[in-house]
């Protein structure tokens, strides 16, 4: 069985100290975060969560910067992320809506004057699915507080999110940057 000797770790982040080879991603939307969104798109077991781990853990260090990470991964509909959203962020909100998460966003930015908040949502694939079906209303919350300048976000997806990125329908197009997580030879663009 060659997964037992095998370097390569298949669930789940890497750990800090197997983490390299990814210094100019993170050195990108590192100093740049202040100014601009981002979509780190690529396929499947490539590394994006990895990515958006050791994001969460160099902001975590940063006196500026208030990060608020999610995995989405089961993440299917607006009941979904507002119940994950009160439960890993322990965050209250009136109902789950993108207009009640819009709210207590703008509220925590309020209160963390002087702290740019940081939302890192992995997986999103599923959840801007939903979102496509109902006029997109949770992204374009998360536009308006960005464009407010609230808040930032990063995003982790697959082919829904690259699709979204390119759709001049979108309430996603020329809204992030877009980091191509090329792991493989193999990984989509």
Known sequence: DLTVVSPYVTSGPVPENMFFGRDYELKTISRTIKDSNYAIVGG????KTSI???L???FKDSTDIYPLYLD???VQDYSDFCDAVETVWKLHLEDSTP???MRIIAHIAQERAGQLVVILLDEVDALLKHDTTNQERLFKAFRALAQESNCRFI???ERVLH????DPGSAFFNFCNIVLNHGNPA???
């Open 44 to 47: 499947r077991k490539i590394g």
């Open 52 to 54: 958006l781990t050791k």
């Open 56 to 58: 969460h853990r160099s």
């Open 72 to 74: 989405c991964q089961a």
């Open 99 to 101: 207009e009640s998460f």
């Open 155 to 157: 995003f982790c997806g």
């Open 163 to 166: 699709a979204r990125l390119h």
């Open 187 to 189: 990984s989509f663009s």
